[in-house]
């Protein structure tokens, strides 16, 4: 047994940690002044009036292209005027927010550079918190690049922002002495304009103002979406950040909703909680947690819960007791698009549950993907008594050993010990480097330690036999609330490129499938890349939970691990990450699908060149949902990319989205 060395643990903290999601003052801001969260300082960025940074923004001329099928976008005669922004803003109470680049600190063309304050942004740039505090900054530093390869990225020194690939090939320090000549900062792909809204009502006000101008819509909270959700090229966002009201209901009953409708789906009683569309994971726990209560979240806790991990299906080590995010909802706020040219010339606020004429509602925004259906307000879950949880922890290497194969043979025996561990009720998170696998954390609820350990046994004894030394260890907590004090770490963010696939519990329980499984991951690994991901059973939780029908991909309950797959985002040459994004699709991608005919990926951690994305992360349930989209958006106003409907719209290379 070995201790990990700190080299180990860094990489292992750092690789693909994708488990992880008052008034405003008239002013352009970049976000530095919401002070919700004091724990990662930031450069005091000088702000400017609104309507100076609305001139400005007035000279981002890209194109004049009025073509009525497309949005519009900044230096098009449609787009809205200094003047109709203003009026806007007061619509709104003043929460209107010009964007301005974090890093516009770090470029010398940039009014706003300053060296010292530079530094203590690079020096955080990998926080969280850096870019869910700000109203456009996403973690996915790939989809912040624009059309025309600007962007503002505070890490990058030495990037291109010009041509892709003209830097293959050369060293850091000749890249860095020829792109610190004339680079510049840009707002890229960010979002032009935020909305930070307090109420429905700012977003009913926003919805309006974009369906009325042709503007590019996007729904963001934290900006930790993986496939570049949470921003877009000219866009208008309407930032939910700051709803964060949290009220528990100590007896929640929808017995009259469900007689009256007379369905035969089971009413519920018991304890519940609403949430605004701003709360984070961490914001749920801590209110849980005073109540001695458990809220489902996932284990990255700045991960925003409403918006698209709940409406996307939502994971979490809690996921093989209590079933996925979405499994917990049992009822939606939410308003709805403009569609005048079906009587509703107005946005529209309502409640979705699974027994009132917006059941098809609820069931759509319940596993059918955020900034999709409409933009919810609030969601109301279940909400369950604090429980005693065992944790465990696994790590072995190839360090030592003979021959790698050896290693890899310990690789299989994990994944052929993962029906017992799920099967006992507990969620197992794990990470698999080129010469290292480790796990963790486990939790399982109800679970005393030593039952745990036994669940853990068969891939030990294997272990032992192969004389793979490693580390474990079993615990009893007394509350869930202390094993994720004690075994989740905070999380930095998760620049990745990146795919996913779903492992059906089907090919770890016979030899031959699992054998391929392994070698299929250690082709991955053996690149170079990094697998991870979360194994549980959905289906045993569904069953014991009473869980609401609901649109998530229904190959959920025969998988065994919601896996992903990828490399590190490479900031010093995006031309690699072109590179890296067609391996993950046309190579690793591939293999894996090979392996899992028929099968599908998680569509919150996903590849964003998906072939056939619609059946992939959406299953059986594709045409239903897309009914539904037209039915309550159909005149499109809220896209995404890969999200539901999204087909019928193209991304030009200028960055405008036109109708298909």
Not at 181 to 197: D, L, M, P, Q
Not at 307 to 317: A, C, E
Not at 383 to 395: R, S, V
Not at 567 to 589: E, R, S
Request: hydrophobic share 40%.
């Amino acid at each position: 047994m070995f201790p990990p060395s700190p080299l180990k643990a860094a990489l292992l903290s750092s690789a693909l940690l994708l488990l992880c999601t008052a008034p405003f003052p008239l002013h352009a801001s970049n976000g530095n002044n919401l002070n919700d969260d004091n724990s990662n300082p930031r450069p005091d960025l000088v702000q400017e009036p609104i309507s100076h940074l609305l001139l400005q923004q007035e000279q981002i001329a890209i194109s004049s292209d009025d073509n009525p099928n497309c949005r519009c976008i900044p230096g098009d005669a449609c787009w809205p005027s200094p003047s109709q922004w203003s009026r806007f803003n007061q619509t709104v109470s003043g929460r209107l927010i010009a964007t301005v680049p974090l890093a516009s600190v770090c470029y010398p063309e940039h009014d706003l550079y300053d060296e010292t304050k530079c530094a203590q942004l690079r020096e955080n740039w990998h926080l969280t918190a850096t870019h869910y505090l700000d109203s456009a900054s996403v973690m996915n530093q790939f989809f912040a690049r624009g059309p025309d390869g600007g962007g503002c990225d505070a890490i990058v020194e030495a990037t291109s922002f010009g041509q892709i690939g003209e830097e293959v090939g050369k060293d850091d320090n000749e890249k860095k002495q020829k792109n610190q000549e004339g680079k510049r900062c840009s707002i890229g792909s960010n979002v032009v304009y935020s909305v930070n809204a307090s109420s429905s009502t700012d977003f009913s006000h926003t919805m309006a103002f974009a369906h009325r101008h042709n503007i590019r819509l996007v729904i963001r909270n934290t900006g930790h979406d993986y496939l570049g959700k949470s921003t877009g090229f000219g866009a208008l966002a309407l930032w939910t950040h700051h709803l964060k009201d949290i009220t528990f209901f100590v007896d929640f009953d929808n017995t009259h909703e469900a007689e009256q409708q007379q369905k035969s789906v089971a009413a519920y009683k018991g304890k519940a909680a609403r949430l605004g569309a701003g709360v984070q994971v961490s914001d749920a726990f801590a209110a849980a947690k005073a109540h001695g209560l458990v809220l489902h979240g996932g284990n990255c806790e700045s991960v925003g819960v409403v918006g698209g991990y709940t409406q996307g299906g939502g994971h979490s080590v809690l996921s093989s007791a209590l079933g996925l995010g979405a499994d917990q909802v049992l009822e939606w706020e939410v308003v709805i698009p403009p569609s005048p040219a079906t009587g509703h010339a107005e946005p529209r606020l309502v409640t979705a549950t699974p027994f009132n004429e917006y059941a098809d509602l609820y069931w759509a925004l319940s596993g059918g993907g955020g900034g999709t259906f409409g933009a919810v307000v609030s969601v109301t879950v279940k909400a369950w008594e604090d429980f005693e949880t065992a944790g465990a922890t696994l790590m072995f290497g190839a360090a030592g050993l003979q021959d790698r194969g050896i290693f890899v043979k310990g690789v299989q025996a994990w994944l052929e010990a993962l029906p017992g561990i799920v099967d006992l009720g507990a969620g197992a998170i794990w990470f698999l480097l080129k010469d290292v696998l480790a796990v963790s954390p486990v939790m399982a609820p109800g679970v005393k330690a030593n039952e745990l350990e036994q669940a853990f046994r068969p891939v030990m004894d294997k272990l032992d036999g192969l004389g793979i030394p490693y580390a474990s260890s079993f615990t009893d907590f007394s509350s869930f609330h202390d094993a994720v004090a004690a075994m989740v770490a905070q999380q930095n963010v998760t620049d990745a490129n990146m795919g996913g696939r779903l492992i059906p519990r089907s090919l770890v329980t016979e030899k031959k499938g699992a054998e391929k499984l392994t070698a299929a991951l250690d082709a991955i690994v053996s690149a170079d890349g990094i697998v991870s991901g979360i194994s549980v059973n959905i289906e045993r939780a569904r069953k014991l939970s009473k869980a609401y029908p609901n649109s998530v991909n229904p190959l959920f309950e025969s998988a065994i691990h919601i896996g992903v797959f990828g490399f590190p985002y490479n900031h010093l040459d995006f031309a690699a990450n072109i590179y890296a994004q067609d391996k993950i699709t046309n190579v690793f991608g591939a293999a894996l699908e090979k392996l899992t005919p028929g099968g599908g990926a998680y569509l919150n951690e996903g590849d964003p060149h998906q072939p056939d994305w619609q059946t992939t992360f959406y299953g059986e349930n594709y045409e239903r949902l897309l009914a539904i989209k037209n039915k309550y958006d159909p005149e499109g106003l809220l896209y995404a990319l890969t999200a539901v409907g999204s087909e019928q719209w193209v991304q030009k290379e200028d960055g405008r989205l036109c109708r298909a």
